[in-house]
């Protein structure tokens, strides 16, 4: 086989930017040591392109989440994991090289997916835990993922290819994308964000009147998309015989995700809906029902609530450490522990509760 015809993969990623971008020599930093080699970074390559349209800007593209050389997977209607990811980042007129964090966070993707699994679609949203930029005093702490406006999915010899663009996002704006939808979040922010170009200075966009309206009444339309989350502080203590009565069943949550939790609940169990909750020992299953109550056992807990007790706790959830008891649901409180947000390193750089 010959060289051209082993790099098809490679060459439908150029064609596909060659189409927006003409004749422009990207600026291109590849990966000295494969990964398959035991180099650290598992993309082959990305690329930055100069784009002028709406304002400057970069336009990243990776080489490696799909199959770029022979066709190796049994798949054939998808190429390797099915995707590319782009990053369109706010630029500076006189700044001709791509800053660095850039290309270190598509590279992070990467490890996050290689040694996950886990892959990304258009719609998905992820937790930073910090700055998408380190060291740096940016508000955007999370990803979202959606098509990229400008680039179509694409057939390529070893199967389709879609491109996702990754776009920077605020910690309330991914509240709002889980409590209502990541698609309608971006639809109503594209007049504050055309092309969803990632600006590191930027605030919030649910500061913005007709952000806020389009996500409250999407949320009342709506109801949630989020069905499914994971909550590393998530724990169950069951109900226990005393001499003088019963202690209540315990359900723990952390600080950092008890406030969503309960704004899931209105979108989800007031919708007809139900949410799942996932942690790393036990997982809980909150659904509508006709009646409150609970029924647990060693790996899963199902607790039922009705309109009154979904109100309730939904109300009283709150982001602040404490014991949450329920009126309307007898048997069960909730306990909010404090979250403790760590670096890289390990050090605890803030504290939620």
Known sequence: MSEEASSTGWDAIEEAMAKLYGAQEP????????????????????????????????????????????????NAEQSGYGFELTFRLAREEEEEEPPAWALNLLQNMGRYVFKSGNVFHSGDYLDANGPICLGSDTKLTALAFIDDPELPETDTPNGKVQFLQM???????????????????????????????????????????????????GIERDGSNTAFLY???????????????????????????????????????????????????I????????????????EMVRILLDETSAAEL???????EGVIE???????????LKTYIKDQDGNVVSTIG
Not at 208 to 216: L, N, T, Y
Request: aromatic share 10%; proline share 7%.
């Open 27 to 74: 600026k291109h930093y590849g990966t000295l040591v494969p990964y398959m080699l035991g180099g650290n970074d598992p993309l082959d390559g990305i690329s930055a392109y100069k784009a002028e349209q709406p304002y400057p800007h970069w336009h990243f593209v990776t080489f490696g989440f799909s199959e770029l050389y022979d066709k190796e997977s049994d």
């Open 167 to 217: 776009i920077g996002i605020t910690g309330c704006e991914l509240e709002a994308m889980m409590t209502w939808n990541t698609r309608g979040l971006l639809k109503a922010c594209e007049a504050h964000m055309p092309r969803y170009i990632t600006d590191l200075s930027r605030d919030s966009f649910l500061q913005e009147p007709d952000v806020a309206a389009a996500v409250q009444q």
């Open 231 to 281: 909550v590393d502080q998530l724990g169950w203590e069951p109900p226990q015989k005393r001499l003088f009565g019963k202690k209540p069943a315990v359900l723990k949550l952390g600080a950092k995700q008890a406030g969503t939790v309960g704004k899931l609940l209105k979108g989800r169990i007031l919708k007809g809906e139900f949410l799942y909750l996932s942690g790393q020992e």
């Open 283 to 298: 997982s809980v299953v909150l659904e509508p029902g006709e009646q409150p109550g609970f029924e647990a056992d060693d």
């Open 314 to 320: 939904s109300r009283k959830l709150q982001p602040k």
């Open 326 to 336: 329920l009126s309307s649901m007898n048997g069960m409180t909730v306990q909010v």
